[in-house]
Structures are given as structure tokens and as C-alpha cells.
């Protein structure tokens, strides 16, 4: 990994596209800041937004499948930041240095939902600083919030997420990755099955009576096994339940399943939030406080047409599982972690045959 002492050291960054390409340019100038103090003087950083071959054994090809101009140059260090959670036993791993191929993978889902930019630069820099001294003594970039460790059966030395914190950790990043905002949008027949549903309760008095009549604790349950009944739908119909081919990939596989039915909790939830406010909005335009009045017996308020609007939405919800059978079935199983890993090794298979 030694370079000339007359040019600057290359340092190779390859990120998956999505969530990790998107923090890697936007923490660069700090990145480049961290490594040149990590190495003593300026480095040249080379990024490449590329799909990193990586399965859940942690298994990495050895040509990295890079494109080919950026083959040809002998980098002091790879960086390889990928969105696949990277477990060893039963902990979820951070990073993983390979000393003899010169390369350090992060995983971003143990960094968290937020994927804090503290935790991202210092553990590229603490790597790249093993990397070149090639050992993991303690020095200026040690984290306080999980350990490096050499011990098993291989020649990896890895970063251990912290041991309570880890697990959910993980599964937080997994949701960020999987984006659930951007999972919302695909269920455009889902909401206009809810929208249709939902308007009845615009029209039709008799739910105003029973939107009345229901506590808040009830409208609350009554949401919660809406928004469930929609999960599971969309995850039976559309196969988003992964099963481990080898009991040692169970625990992987339980953090990919964990971090789909979140995300489609979430997916659902900002669905729900659209259907609630136009409903809202339409029996503000649609309902005339008399008629309201005359209807329920009381007299008109806000809250009459919140609750409304509430029952509806959930309502909706409920029939917008059913309209989810217009979406895009490729769409939605591109959301998971595991469909998306399962990718990553027909791509490698496919470019071995060719």
C-alpha cells in the first residue's frame, strides 16, 4: 500500500447508490480533511458510485467488479461504503478491514437513521489509519461506541456496533436506506382505492353518526389495525418475506424482514396522513355546518369534522390494500434490503458467465 514520495496517495471510494452515495458526497470535504491527517499530507480521493458485490457472508469478489477506469491505478487504500448490513456471529459489524487486499467496508446501517457525520468520518479515518500502519492500536480516532477486535476465525479485523444498541441501530439504517418516503409515492393505486373509500364517509351521513359515537381510543385502535391490515397485505402479496436458505443467515435475514414491515409502517402512516387531510379538506368544502347540525342533533364544531375524517381515512386504508394490487410488484420488492442483496449476486453470476 506504499506510494511514491513525490505523489500524493490515491485512496479509492466506491459507495452504493442511494443513501450511501448520497452521505459520501455530502461529508466529503471532510473525509478528504480526516485522511490527510490521517496520512500526514494531502490524499487524492477518487469516488465512484458503483453496486458493490458484498453478500451477507460478508463475501466481497476480488476484482470488485469496478469499472475498468478504475482498475488500472494502484490505490494505497479501497473504501468500499455499502447500505447491506454486515454481521459477524451474532453482532452487527460497523466496518471490517481486509489487510492483505487493502480494503476497509463500511456498512451504513449500524451508523444509524441519521448516519451522524462524526461516526462516518471517524470511522473512515480510524480504518484507513489501521489500513496504512497495518495494525488497530489505539490512536486519535478511537470511537468510544463500539470496539475494534481481531479475534475469530479470519483475517478480518472489524468494528463492533455496541452491544445493546447495535441491533436497533441497524435496523434504523436499514430503514433509511430502504426510504419509505419514496415507497409512499409507489402506492399511487393504493391511494386511490383509499381516496374512493374514504369519500364516502364524506357523503354518507350514517359514518358521521358512528365517527360521533366512537371514542378516541377506539378511532386510535381502529387506525393501528388499518394501517396492519395493510402491511401484511402488501407483504403476502408481494413476497417481501424473506427465509434464510442457511440457518446462519437467520439472523441477517430477521433484520431484513424487521426493517421492511418499519418501513412499510412508515410508507403507510405518511399514506394515511395524505387521505386524512383530504378528506379533511373535502368535507370542509362538501359539508355545510348546518346541514351537519341538523344531521347529528349537536352543534357543529371543529372536532365533528376531524373525526370524520379520521374514521374515513382509516376506512380508506383499509380498501387501499386491496388497490394496491395495481402497483408495481417489481417496485415494491425493490424496497427490501433482501431482494436488493439477491441482486447483487445475480449481477456477480451473470458477469462470471459472461
Given at each position: ?78 473504501i468500499l461504503l455499502t447500505e447491506m448490513p454486515l ?268
Amino acid at each position: 500500500m506504499s506510494t511514491p514520495s513525490d505523489s500524493k496517495p490515491s485512496i479509492l471510494v466506491v459507495s452504493d447508490p442511494g443513501v450511501p452515495t448520497a452521505r459520501i458526497k455530502h461529508f466529503l470535504p471532510d473525509i478528504q480533511t480526516e485522511l490527510n491527517t490521517v496520512v500526514g499530507h494531502e490524499v487524492d480521493i477518487k469516488h465512484i458510485k458503483h453496486l458493490i458485490p458484498i453478500t451477507p457472508e460478508n463475501q466481497i469478489t476480488s476484482d470488485l467488479d469496478l469499472p475498468d477506469d478504475a482498475r488500472d491505478i494502484d490505490y494505497a487504500v479501497r473504501i468500499l461504503l455499502t447500505e447491506m448490513p454486515l454481521h459477524h456471529g451474532r453482532h452487527p459489524v460497523v466496518a471490517q478491514i481486509d489487510f492483505d487486499r487493502g480494503i476497509l467496508v463500511v456498512s451504513c446501517p449500524p451508523m444509524g437513521m441519521l448516519y451522524p457525520r462524526r461516526r462516518l468520518v471517524s470511522t473512515i479515518g480510524r480504518g484507513v489509519e489501521s489500513l496504512i500502519q497495518n495494525s488497530t492500536s489505539d490512536g486519535e480516532h478511537v470511537q468510544n461506541w463500539n470496539e475494534w477486535s481481531s479475534e475469530g476465525d479470519d483475517s478480518f479485523t472489524r468494528l463492533y456496533s455496541n452491544t445493546w444498541t447495535g441491533v436497533p441501530r441497524t435496523i434504523l439504517g436499514m430503514v433509511r436506506s430502504n426510504r419509505p418516503w419514496k415507497t409512499a409515492p409507489k402506492l399511487s393505486s393504493a391511494l386511490t382505492a383509499a381516496s374512493a373509500a374514504g369519500a364516502f364517509g364524506i357523503f354518507y351521513n350514517s359514518i358521521w353518526q358512528m365517527a360521533e359515537s366512537l371514542s378516541s381510543l377506539r378511532m386510535a385502535i381502529i387506525t393501528l389495525v388499518a394501517i396492519l391490515v395493510m402491511t401484511t397485505w402488501l407483504i403476502l402479496r408481494n413476497q417481501l418475506w424473506d427465509r434464510p436458505i442457511h440457518d446462519r443467515l437467520a439472523r441477517v435475514v430477521a433484520l431484513y424482514n424487521i426493517s421492511t414491515v418499519v418501513t412499510l409502517v412508515i410508507a403507510i402512516s405518511i399514506l394515511y396522513i395524505a387521505l386524512f387531510i383530504l378528506i379533511l379538506l373535502g368535507g370542509l368544502v362538501v359539508i355545510s355546518p348546518g346541514f351537519m347540525q341538523e344531521t347529528l342533533g349537536i352543534p357543529t364544531q371543529p372536532g365533528n369534522y376531524f373525526n370524520i375524517a379520521w374514521l374515513s381515512a382509516s376506512m380508506g386504508v383499509i380498501a387501499g390494500g386491496l388497490g394496491s394490487g395495481f402497483d408495481s410488484e417489481a417496485d415494491l420488492q425493490q424496497m427490501t434490503h433482501g431482494r436488493r442483496e439477491r441482486q447483487r449476486v445475480l449481477s456477480k453470476d451473470k458477469d462470471e458467465d459472461d
